[in-house]
Protein backbone atom coordinates (compact mmCIF):
# COMPACT_ATOMS: atom_id res chain seq x y z
CA UNK A 1 0.00 0.00 0.00
CA UNK A 2 0.79 3.37 -0.35
CA UNK A 3 0.95 6.90 1.14
CA UNK A 4 -1.91 7.54 -1.17
CA UNK A 5 -3.85 4.49 -0.61
CA UNK A 6 -3.20 4.79 3.59
CA UNK A 7 -4.26 8.54 2.99
CA UNK A 8 -7.59 7.64 1.18
CA UNK A 9 -8.03 4.78 3.98
CA UNK A 10 -7.70 7.70 6.32
CA UNK A 11 -10.28 9.91 4.93
CA UNK A 12 -12.59 6.64 4.38
CA UNK A 13 -12.83 5.85 7.92
CA UNK A 14 -13.11 9.45 9.13
CA UNK A 15 -15.86 10.07 6.65
CA UNK A 16 -17.43 6.51 8.02
CA UNK A 17 -17.05 8.25 11.78
CA UNK A 18 -18.40 11.25 10.53
CA UNK A 19 -21.42 9.59 9.36
CA UNK A 20 -22.15 7.61 12.01
CA UNK A 21 -22.14 10.74 14.31
CA UNK A 22 -24.27 12.61 12.34
CA UNK A 23 -26.40 9.58 11.98
CA UNK A 24 -26.86 9.45 15.24
CA UNK A 25 -27.79 13.47 15.94
CA UNK A 26 -30.01 13.39 13.06
CA UNK A 27 -32.24 10.48 14.89
CA UNK A 28 -32.36 11.90 18.41
CA UNK A 29 -33.54 15.31 15.94
CA UNK A 30 -35.90 12.73 14.86
CA UNK A 31 -37.23 11.96 18.13
CA UNK A 32 -37.64 15.64 19.32
CA UNK A 33 -39.30 16.44 15.97
CA UNK A 34 -42.07 13.27 16.43
CA UNK A 35 -42.37 14.89 20.26
CA UNK A 36 -42.80 18.22 18.86
CA UNK A 37 -45.60 16.39 16.41
CA UNK A 38 -46.93 14.76 19.55
CA UNK A 39 -47.44 18.30 21.22
CA UNK A 40 -48.47 20.61 18.38
CA UNK A 41 -51.47 17.42 17.47
CA UNK A 42 -52.67 18.23 20.76
CA UNK A 43 -52.19 21.92 20.49
CA UNK A 44 -55.56 22.83 18.91
CA UNK A 45 -57.70 20.58 21.74
CA UNK A 46 -55.75 22.71 24.69
CA UNK A 47 -56.51 25.70 23.29
CA UNK A 48 -60.01 24.65 22.20
CA UNK A 49 -60.28 24.11 26.13
CA UNK A 50 -58.42 27.46 27.41
CA UNK A 51 -60.97 29.44 24.77
CA UNK A 52 -63.86 27.77 26.76
CA UNK A 53 -62.65 28.22 30.24
CA UNK A 54 -61.76 31.57 29.04
CA UNK A 55 -65.20 32.61 27.93
CA UNK A 56 -66.62 31.41 30.85
CA UNK A 57 -64.68 33.79 33.10
CA UNK A 58 -65.49 35.95 31.24
CA UNK A 59 -69.25 35.32 31.88
CA UNK A 60 -68.85 35.43 35.55
CA UNK A 61 -66.63 38.45 35.25
CA UNK A 62 -69.27 40.05 33.51
CA UNK A 63 -72.21 38.67 36.18
CA UNK A 64 -69.68 39.63 39.32
CA UNK A 65 -69.68 43.50 37.66
CA UNK A 66 -73.35 43.61 36.95
CA UNK A 67 -74.11 42.68 40.74
CA UNK A 68 -71.33 45.09 42.03
CA UNK A 69 -73.11 47.52 40.15
CA UNK A 70 -76.55 46.94 41.20
CA UNK A 71 -75.44 46.63 44.85
CA UNK A 72 -73.57 50.35 44.58
CA UNK A 73 -76.62 51.53 42.91
CA UNK A 74 -78.80 50.47 46.09
CA UNK A 75 -75.73 52.09 48.17
CA UNK A 76 -75.72 55.24 46.28
CA UNK A 77 -78.82 57.05 48.71
CA UNK A 78 -76.79 55.92 51.40
CA UNK A 79 -73.84 57.72 50.04
CA UNK A 80 -75.69 60.93 49.65
CA UNK A 81 -77.14 60.95 52.96
CA UNK A 82 -73.39 60.50 54.71
CA UNK A 83 -72.13 63.67 52.49
CA UNK A 84 -75.19 65.54 53.27
CA UNK A 85 -74.64 64.71 57.05
CA UNK A 86 -71.16 65.72 56.63
CA UNK A 87 -72.26 69.00 55.12
CA UNK A 88 -74.45 69.55 57.74
CA UNK A 89 -72.40 69.47 60.39
CA UNK A 90 -69.52 71.25 58.68
CA UNK A 91 -72.33 74.02 58.25
CA UNK A 92 -72.69 73.84 62.31
CA UNK A 93 -69.84 73.63 63.25
CA UNK A 94 -68.39 76.64 61.21
CA UNK A 95 -71.56 78.78 62.87
CA UNK A 96 -70.03 78.10 65.89
CA UNK A 97 -66.77 78.66 65.37
CA UNK A 98 -68.12 82.11 64.34
CA UNK A 99 -70.64 82.47 67.41
CA UNK A 100 -67.37 81.32 69.63
CA UNK A 101 -65.60 84.21 67.60
CA UNK A 102 -67.91 86.95 68.11
CA UNK A 103 -68.10 86.39 71.92
CA UNK A 104 -64.32 85.67 71.97
CA UNK A 105 -64.25 89.40 70.86
CA UNK A 106 -66.56 91.06 73.02
CA UNK A 107 -64.94 89.27 75.71
CA UNK A 108 -61.95 90.86 74.66
CA UNK A 109 -63.70 94.22 73.92
CA UNK A 110 -64.99 94.10 77.30
CA UNK A 111 -62.16 92.88 79.12
CA UNK A 112 -59.84 95.50 77.41
CA UNK A 113 -62.71 98.36 78.46
CA UNK A 114 -62.41 97.14 82.25
CA UNK A 115 -58.78 97.27 82.09
CA UNK A 116 -58.50 101.00 80.42
CA UNK A 117 -60.87 102.21 82.68
CA UNK A 118 -59.65 99.80 85.34
CA UNK A 119 -62.90 98.59 86.57
CA UNK A 120 -62.36 94.88 87.39
CA UNK A 121 -61.80 95.75 90.86
CA UNK A 122 -65.43 97.32 91.22
CA UNK A 123 -66.98 94.60 89.57
CA UNK A 124 -65.72 92.30 91.70
CA UNK A 125 -66.79 94.59 95.09
CA UNK A 126 -70.48 94.80 93.28
CA UNK A 127 -70.90 91.38 92.56
CA UNK A 128 -69.45 90.56 96.29
CA UNK A 129 -72.02 92.85 97.85
CA UNK A 130 -74.63 91.86 95.82
CA UNK A 131 -73.80 88.13 96.67
CA UNK A 132 -73.79 88.92 100.22
CA UNK A 133 -76.90 90.59 100.47
CA UNK A 134 -78.92 87.81 98.95
CA UNK A 135 -77.11 85.63 101.66
CA UNK A 136 -78.35 87.70 104.23
CA UNK A 137 -81.76 88.46 102.79
CA UNK A 138 -82.11 84.64 102.84
CA UNK A 139 -80.66 83.80 106.04
CA UNK A 140 -82.95 86.56 107.23
CA UNK A 141 -86.25 84.77 105.77
CA UNK A 142 -85.29 81.67 107.21
CA UNK A 143 -84.75 82.69 110.77
CA UNK A 144 -88.54 84.27 110.25
CA UNK A 145 -89.62 81.26 108.98
CA UNK A 146 -88.16 79.45 112.35
CA UNK A 147 -89.11 81.97 114.78
CA UNK A 148 -93.09 81.31 113.96
Same mark, same amino acid.
Given at each position: MTLTGIGVLIIGIA +??????FIANTLQNLAGILSGI?? #???? /??EQLDDVMKETGNLINESNNTLADV?????QLSPLFYMVGDVGNVTRKFSSSLVDVTETL? #????? *??? #? *?????? $? $??? $? *??? /? $??? /? +???????????ADTDE
Open positions: +FLVLTIEK #TVDK /LPNDKMQK #TKTDA *SKD #T *SNKKDL $G $GVY $G *SVA /L $GYY /L +FKRRRKAKREG
